[in-house]
C-alpha cells in the first residue's frame, strides 16, 4: 500500500493558477503510473492526468495547454500544474498510485474556482 500526501488546493480566481503536490511514501519511480483526478459535487471522478514510472505523461484533451503533471524525483513529488483555471475546474483533486499490489488514493484537496 502507498500513502499518499497531497497539498497545494485553495481558492483562486479565474484565469488564475494553482500547483498541486503529492508525496508517495514510496519513491516515484517504483510506482507505475501514479495520476491525478478530480470529482466536482454530483459528478462521478474523472482522469485528469498521469506520469508513468519511466516519466511518460498524458494529460486528458480537454485539459491540454492548460494542466501539466510532472515530477521531481529529488523531492519525490508528483505536481499537477493548472493554470488559465475556470470554474468548472472547482472539485476536489485526488491522487492515486496504481502498483501490481494495488490501487491508492490521497484524502483530495479542494481546489475552488470563482469567476
Known amino acids: 500500500q502507498v500513502q499518499l500526501v497531497e497539498s497545494g488546493g485553495g481558492l483562486v480566481q479565474a484565469g488564475g493558477s494553482l500547483r498541486l503536490s503529492c508525496t508517495p511514501s514510496?519513491?516515484?519511480?517504483?510506482?507505475?503510473?501514479m495520476a491525478w483526478y478530480r470529482q466536482a459535487p454530483g459528478n462521478q471522478r474523472e482522469l485528469v492526468a498521469t506520469i508513468r514510472t519511466y516519466g511518460y505523461t498524458f494529460v486528458v484533451d480537454s485539459l491540454k495547454g492548460r494542466f501539466t503533471i510532472s515530477r521531481d524525483i529529488a523531492k519525490n513529488t508528483v505536481y499537477l500544474q493548472m493554470t488559465n483555471l475556470k470554474p468548472e475546474d472547482t472539485a476536489v483533486y485526488y491522487c492515486n498510485a496504481r502498483t501490481v499490489g494495488g490501487n491508492d488514493w490521497g484524502q483530495g484537496t479542494q481546489v475552488t474556482v470563482s469567476s
Open positions: 514510496r519513491k516515484v519511480p517504483a510506482i507505475d503510473t
